[in-house]
């Protein structure tokens, strides 16, 4: 049952990073999961190096999509298609 939230949780994070991001971004529902999930590793882990969240404590929902965000634009920023 934890894999299953951990799935729904991560869609909508990364539905939401999507939708405050607006452009082409890649894949479709599967990609938008692990955005999500990658988002929240990423904020959790931002978070207990910064002193917000201590050791095993996950990050919260707005801390999770703010790491999304951050991820999609470095996609963005390194898939940048330069071609005239």
Do not use: C, E
């Amino acid at each position: 049952m934890h894999l299953i939230w951990t799935l729904i949780v991560g869609f909508f994070i990364g539905l939401i990073a999507k939708l405050l991001m607006p452009g082409r971004d890649p894949g479709g529902f599967i990609i938008t999961i692990v955005l999500g999930i990658a988002g929240s590793v990423l904020a959790g882990w931002a978070g207990q190096h910064l002193h917000f969240y201590r050791p095993g404590q996950p990050a919260g929902f707005l801390a999770s999509i703010v790491g999304a965000i951050v991820l999609l634009a470095i996609y963005r920023m390194f898939a940048r298609n330069d071609t005239v």
